[in-house]
């Protein structure tokens, strides 16, 4: 509550008023098809793999994000994280449910947070994201996996984040068949990826991964 006391600026441009203008909102880098049916990134045509997917054993089904992971929405996602601004969630779910169709599975997740990463009286946006989804998408929202602590991901190469990461998770039980893992930022995938095969050990047959953003190299 306490940012409805404080003078509100922009997050993106500091223009004053709100803490996203309706010109940034509306300026979100939105990510549009042709996309590679698999990893979600935005391609010339549609294609089933793509050079950045190919050869890669995904234990995830699909992957789409809602914006590019540009400067912008990088300070909105910053002062989400950092400065537990509502408003830019409702924003973030608002623009997730324009660019993303509704999935057809059995429930929606998150991926949980780092145990090392000192959570502020339990703010974890890919948690207030999910359970935003969720709702709308009319799904039941589980929290099944587990999260031991890893180095930063941070300046690793795509090697390194997904050897740090691997067996990180794990999931308890009652996972079903289907369902949306949904997180913050899809830098990697390397994430997503050690998240989805820790729910496919634990059962499930089948996730698909959404997210706000997406870095696009
Ligand atoms: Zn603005
Ligand atoms: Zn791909």
């Known amino acids: 509550m306490l940012d409805l006391l404080l003078p509100q600026r922009c997050v993106v441009c500091a223009r004053g008023g709100t803490q996203l203008c309706m010109r940034c ?63 830019l969630a409702a924003a973030a779910v608002a623009v997730v449910l324009e660019v993303v169709p509704a999935p057809s599975v059995d429930a929606v997740t998150f991926a949980p947070p780092d145990p090392d990463r000192g959570l ?10 999910a359970k ?3 709702r709308v998408w009319e799904l039941p929202l589980i929290a099944p996996l587990r999260r031991r602590a890893a180095k930063r991901q941070r300046g690793l190469s ?17 996972v079903p068949r289907s369902l949306v893992l949904v997180d913050d930022v899809f830098t990697s995938g390397a994430t997503a990826n050690a998240a989805a095969s820790a729910l496919r050990a634990a059962g499930a047959k089948r996730v698909d991964i959404v997210t706000f953003a997406r870095v696009v190299r």
């Open 25 to 87: 909102r509306a300026g979100l880098p939105r990510i549009e098809p042709p996309l590679c049916e698999r990893c979600g990134l935005p391609t010339a045509w549609p294609v089933r793999r793509c050079r950045e997917c190919a050869g890669q054993r995904l234990a995830f089904a699909s992957a789409r994000s809602a914006v590019h992971y540009d400067d912008a929405v990088r300070s909105l996602v910053a002062a989400w994280k950092e400065r537990e601004l509502r408003r």
């Open 132 to 134: 935003a989804l969720a």
């Open 158 to 174: 795509r090697a390194e984040r997904r050897r740090n990461v691997a067996g990180v998770f794990d999931a308890g039980t009652g």
């Open 120 to 129: 502020k009286r339990g703010h974890h946006p890919p948690r207030e994201l």
